[in-house]
């Protein structure tokens, strides 16, 4: 399969699962590197509008950084690299509220898979489980920057599509309202194009599987 078969393929399926525990290691990813661009930007010197577009911008730097590192022979790595950061990171979480969550397994699951198809021999397993990582950063764009404020501003129950979409409560794109004299609205174009551009343009040449 071309590998920008296989990334929509993906890209489609966390989308529309991105509230289940199928999806529980590659949201928990997305949103531990939220959690990283968070502590990165949270300075006084920048607003909160300012802090909002620097968050999206490093989600996507890492996005394409990610989507380039797969078209090397290092891609098979990529799964497992993730798997391992969530691992750890979900593993001091436990340690310091002393509590095992529902998504504790699934992680453990991802992690597992991933040094599994590290030993076979076929690629293919490992590509999915790759992209299904890094697609997780533009899904998380998505539901941030675009279904969020799209649900608020058409009051929108957000438990509309649970269990499997979980559209969150807050935006982002809520900070940057009045940001250089922009509309909300507008800055939502922001996340939408940091997420569906390098799909476009860098899931192609990559190795089909």
Same mark, same amino acid.
């Given at each position: +399969?071309?590998?920008?078969?296989?990334?929509? @393929?993906v890209f489609?399926? $966390?989308?529309v699962?991105?509230?289940t $525990?199928?999806?529980?290691?590659?949201s928990?990813?997305?949103?531990?590197?939220?959690? !990283?661009a968070?502590?990165?930007f949270k300075?006084r010197?920048?607003?909160? /509008?300012?802090?909002? /577009? %620097?968050?999206y911008? %490093?989600?996507?730097?890492?996005?394409?950084?990610l989507?380039?590192l797969s078209?090397?022979?290092?891609?098979?790595? @990529?799964?497992?690299?993730?798997? !391992?950061?969530? +691992?750890?990171?979900?593993?001091?979480?436990?340690?310091?509220?002393?509590?095992?969550?529902?998504?504790?397994?699934?992680?453990? @699951? /991802?992690l597992?898979?991933?040094?599994?198809?590290? $030993?076979?021999k076929?690629?293919?397993?490992? #590509? =999915?489980?790759?992209d299904?990582?890094? !697609?997780?950063l533009?899904?998380y764009l998505?539901?941030?920057g675009? #279904?969020?404020?799209?649900?608020? &501003?058409l009051?929108?129950?957000?438990?509309? #599509?649970?269990?499997? +979409?979980?559209?969150p409560?807050?935006?982002? @794109?809520?900070?940057?309202?009045?940001?250089?004299? &922009?509309p909300?609205?507008? =800055?939502? #174009?922001?996340?939408?194009?940091?997420?569906?551009a390098?799909?476009?343009? &860098?899931?192609?040449?990559?190795k089909?599987?």
């Open positions: +399969m071309k590998s920008q078969s296989r990334a929509w @393929i489609g399926l $966390l989308f699962s991105w509230g $525990l199928a999806s529980g290691p590659f928990y990813f997305s949103g531990m590197v939220r959690q !990283l968070d502590f990165l300075r010197i920048f607003s909160s /509008g300012l802090q909002a /577009g %620097f968050i911008l %490093f989600i996507a730097v890492l996005y394409v950084a989507l380039l078209r090397h022979r290092s891609r098979t790595y @990529i799964a497992g690299f993730c798997a !391992l950061a969530g +691992m750890i990171h979900h593993l001091i979480l436990c340690l310091r509220t002393r509590q095992i969550y529902e998504v504790s397994l699934a992680i453990a @699951i /991802g597992a898979l991933a040094l599994l198809f590290l $030993l076979i076929s690629q293919s397993p490992a #590509l =999915w489980l790759s299904a990582f890094i !697609l997780s533009p899904v998505l539901y941030d675009l #279904l969020s404020p799209l649900f608020s &501003l009051e929108i129950d957000r438990r509309l #599509l649970e269990p499997l +979409m979980s559209v409560a807050d935006s982002l @794109i809520f900070r940057m309202q009045g940001l250089w004299h &922009l909300q609205i507008t =800055w939502s #174009l922001l996340p939408v194009i940091l997420a569906l390098p799909m476009v343009w &860098l899931t192609p040449g990559r089909k599987g």
